[in-house]
């Protein structure tokens, strides 16, 4: 099995360290707001992943920790705590507002067939390890105090661009980012900030009441965990820059060992070709997605239609496209589940390598979901149905139960009443002519009548509902 590894620039074999179970860290959500399928696809990359390496026959110990304190508005040490702002806002506990959005991440990962982590690490449930290993640094001689907290002294460490590959400040962005102010370098980052009177989180330290900096709670929860080094860390590409590379910073000076063998990043998720961005009204959640109608398993398979270090252009169109091929996918497949078998080893031999092949090959998901489309093309057979529900084991497009499904809707003749015609057909007028508010309230009247819309690319599907 070979993985692009961003330390190397290179795809690298991957071996487990111990030779069986991948270790495997991924930075989580920061639990403020509603996750939008913009975070979502890094999560959908790191499902394949792990279950892309269980393909190769190795186990995984995966961790997955969620930020409930120090992410400040910006990445460079700038603002409030994105916690506390929302807090404030809508006038509840931070960890009221943690919980919120904690359990909307894994709701939107379920829908998504995401498999949870063996471990959901909350960053305030690590504070002691985090001033342990803040501790370790400044007792090597890493750290110093500003006004406003404990800072890494990047100068210090010598391989601080062993990850974003420049050769120094100059070269980058991320180094020219703010104003010095007390820092003694551009790229130092805070490791500890001390409390003003009026902060809802704080906690007492050798340094003083504060609270974490946004970095160092990933490297306290993978070492309490894993130990000075483990597998894989995974991220979207945005933390290569900053976050990752202070993480490297802050624990390779402590341990004097790399923090993972391999680090893995995905791209970013565009929307019409342009940035998703809160201020251009175009981040989406699932449930905005369920809302227009779309099955988020949709969006699952849009995903795993292209690389997952490739840019991706989100738009309506492509996920009517996607939500098609998805549903004519079960369709076919369909057309086997009842037959009789074959039994043809060597056939199934065949596809097996060559599924395993593109899995192994830096996550082909693309050429993997070929290779079903080859298989539901051929003859009726039960064999096939048999090997595309092995390949959805990784995949996970939910496909077993969406032919059970299938099958119970087709052979169940549905009258579908005159007035739910004539309500669907001015639905589609209404989006044609860009009034999708109107559109999206006369969906609701549909489904009050006990009838589900799910629009097509020719045009939509009407459903009883059970």
Known sequence: ?????????????????????????????????????????????????????????FEVFDIVNTTDVGHLQSDADEGEDKIEVAARKANLDP??????????????????????????????????????????????????????????????????????KKKDSKEDKAGIRVALGEK????????????????????????????????????????????????????????????????????????????????IHNEFVMVDGGKMSKSLGNVYTVTNLEERGFNPIAFRYFVLGAHYRTLLNFTFDALIGAQTSYDNLVKELSK????????????????????????????????????????????????????????????????ENAVKQYLINTNVKIEIPKLVKEMADKRIQLKKDKQFADADKLREEIKYLGYEISDTKDGYEITKIN
Request: hydrophobic fraction near 40%; charge should be neutral; aromatic fraction near 12%.
């Open 1 to 57: 099995m070979k993985l692009y590894n961003t330390l190397t620039r290179s795809k690298d074999q991957f071996i487990p360290i111990d030779g069986k179970t991948a270790r495997i860290y991924s930075c989580g959500p920061t639990v403020y707001s509603s996750p939008s399928i913009g975070n979502l696809r890094a999560y959908i990359f790191t499902d394949i992943l792990k279950k892309a390496i269980e393909l190769n026959g």
């Open 95 to 164: 960890m009221a507002i943690a919980k919120r959005y904690t359990d909307e991440f894994f709701d939107a990962c379920d829908k998504l067939m995401i498999r949870r982590p063996k471990i959901t690490a909350p960053a305030t449930s690590y504070i002691e390890q985090m001033i342990e290993h803040i501790a370790g640094l400044e007792k090597l001689g890493y750290t110093y105090n500003t006004s406003d907290g404990v800072y890494f002294d990047s100068s210090r460490f010598t391989d601080y661009y062993i990850l974003s």
């Open 184 to 263: 003694k370098n551009a790229n130092d980052f805070c490791l500890w900030r001390f409390a003003k009177p009026t902060a809802l989180q704080k906690w007492q330290s050798p340094w003083g009441i504060g609270f974490p900096g946004w970095h160092i709670e990933c490297s306290a929860i993978a070492r309490h965990h894993f130990g000075d080094t483990f597998d894989i860390h995974t991220g979207g590409v945005d933390h290569i820059p900053i976050h990752h590379t202070n993480e490297i910073a802050q624990t390779q000076a402590l341990t004097n060992k790399p923090v993972a063998n391999f680090w």
């Open 336 to 399: 086997h589940a009842s037959r009789a078998s074959t039994n043809n080893d060597k056939l199934a031999h065949q596809y097996r390598t060559r599924f395993v092949e593109y899995m192994s090959d830096d996550l082909n998901t693309s050429r993997a979901l070929a290779i079903v489309w080859e298989l539901v093309k051929l003859s009726p057979d039960k064999l096939v149905y048999d090997l595309v529900i092995e390949f959805d084991q990784v995949l996970s497009l939910g496909l």
